[in-house]
């Protein structure tokens, strides 16, 4: 038996027809650039994301420069995130001559330990910290009330890198990305909504910020070739657009699926008495398990096996960001976020994707309870 950690072609075979008409529109219309079908999606994430507005852009990581550019993140500000998160988080603000600030992961959620940042505050030069990002990271959300409070307590503004997240929810029933000052989605196709290639959003109420991140998705330009501020060419394909806003009417059954499948996982997994963790559940959250992620004895060894076996794994992500080479000029060091680095060697992604079959996950958990006997 073969699991991929993901098939795109069992997502798209139903929805074929509709993906095609949609694409065809655009090709007919020749309309490539943003146009009523970016602005269309727009609405629709927004509603989906209870926020005000929605700014269609060029990738997730496109939707987190934007979003710092519009807060004026710039040389000599800090600020403060995860070191266990995908480069794309602190890759943003470094891009801006900003400084990325480090606070540990909770190691059963991998989400930042909002008890840490206060500690990660006392680093940066008095005035100078800027925003704090929060990843709701394998499509749990962070502790926002907990987040939103340090937050205000230290005058950061909140940006939620919501890339894996669109459509969680957090203990107070709150969508991601709707709580901080703005929230960014990535829409890569291995995302709970993926387009056809790169696409992503950012979703805020604020209104000032609407403004600002729609001038700097266009070169900062309002009427066009008048320039207030300098931006970037940071759109959403009019293609992409088309394509999601058909796929974003199958989202929440594809998320109840990857939710149900989590679930039977845990149930298979408990049972076998294996020593893997499964993933911690806050009360009240709502998990969309972009990734299915174990902590596993012997990791490497259980993922060579599997691998082996027909099953694809993956580990996200093998080195935190205060280790990469092109992070040494902060200085930090190994040991210095524990958690981070304790999680790096442990965890490891399995299949969980909405159209896998019950079979497939007994499957793969048969395999995990071989390798350990
Ligand atoms: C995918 C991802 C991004 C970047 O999104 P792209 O659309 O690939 O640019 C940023 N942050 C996190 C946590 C992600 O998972």
């Keep these: 038996m073969k699991v991929p950690l993901l098939d795109l072609r069992a997502q798209y075979g139903p929805i074929r027809e509709e993906i095609i008409g949609a694409v065809m529109e655009v090709l007919e219309a020749q309309r490539f650039i943003l146009g009523p079908k970016v602005a269309e999606l727009e609405e629709q994430v927004a509603r989906y994301s209870e926020a005000k507005w929605g700014?269609?852009?060029?990738?997730?990581?496109?939707?987190?420069?934007?979003?710092?550019?519009?807060?004026?993140?710039?040389?000599?500000?800090?600020?403060?995130?995860?070191?266990?998160?995908?480069?794309?988080?602190?890759?943003?603000?470094?891009?801006?001559?900003?400084?990325?600030?480090?606070?540990?992961?909770d190691p059963r959620t991998y989400n930042i330990d909002t008890d840490k940042i206060a500690g990660a505050a006392k680093k940066i030069p008095k005035g100078r910290l800027k925003a704090i990002i929060p990843v709701h990271l394998y499509g749990q959300c962070c502790d926002m009330d907990a987040v939103m409070d340090i937050a205000g307590e230290l005058g950061a503004a909140v940006v939620e890198d919501a890339a894996q997240a669109i459509g969680a929810r957090d203990?107070?029933?709150?969508?991601?990305?709707?709580?901080?000052?703005?929230?960014?989605?990535?829409?890569?196709?291995?995302?709970?909504?993926?387009?056809?290639?790169?696409?992503?959003?950012?979703?805020?109420?604020?209104?000032?910020?609407?403004?600002?991140?729609?001038?700097?998705?266009?070169?900062?330009?309002s009427p066009k070739y008048f320039h207030k501020i300098i931006g970037?060419?940071?759109?959403?394909?009019?293609?992409?657009?088309?394509?999601?806003?058909?796929?974003?009417?199958?989202?929440?059954?594809?998320?109840?699926?990857?939710?149900?499948?989590?679930?039977?996982?845990?149930?298979?997994?408990?049972?076998?008495?294996?020593?893997?963790k499964t993933p911690y559940i806050k009360k009240g959250f709502r998990h969309i398990f972009n990734q299915?992620?174990?902590?596993?004895?012997?990791?490497?060894?259980?993922?060579?096996?599997?691998?082996e076996k027909g099953v694809g794994t993956e580990v996200y992500y093998p080195l935190p960001m205060h280790l990469q080479e092109c992070f040494g000029y902060l200085g930090c060091r190994q040991g210095d976020f524990p958690e981070s680095e304790k999680a790096?060697?442990?965890?490891?992604?399995?299949?969980?994707?909405?159209?896998?079959?019950?079979?497939?996950?007994?499957?793969?958990?048969?395999?995990?309870?071989e390798f350990y006997t």
């Design 344 to 369: 790096a060697k442990e965890t490891l992604a399995l299949p969980v994707y909405p159209e896998l079959d019950v079979e497939a996950i007994g499957y793969v958990v048969e395999r995990i309870k």
């Design 292 to 307: 299915y992620v174990i902590r596993a004895k012997d990791r490497d060894g259980l993922m060579g096996f599997l691998k």
């Design 55 to 105: 700014i269609g852009v060029s990738s997730g990581s496109d939707a987190l420069l934007v979003s710092l550019m519009a807060l004026d993140v710039g040389k000599g500000d800090y600020v403060i995130t995860t070191p266990y998160t995908f480069f794309a988080t602190a890759g943003a603000v470094a891009r801006l001559g900003a400084t990325p600030v480090f606070a540990d992961i």
């Design 232 to 276: 970037g060419n940071f759109r959403l394909d009019t293609i992409q657009a088309a394509a999601l806003s058909v796929k974003l009417k199958h989202l929440d059954l594809w998320s109840e699926k990857r939710r149900e499948n989590a679930n039977l996982y845990n149930m298979l997994l408990t049972d076998a008495g294996a020593p893997v």
């Design 171 to 221: 203990g107070k029933d709150r969508p991601a990305g709707s709580v901080g000052d703005a929230g960014c989605f990535s829409f890569f196709p291995s995302k709970n909504l993926g387009a056809l290639g790169d696409g992503g959003m950012v979703v805020t109420s604020r209104d000032d910020l609407k403004e600002k991140l729609a001038m700097l998705r266009a070169h900062g330009s």
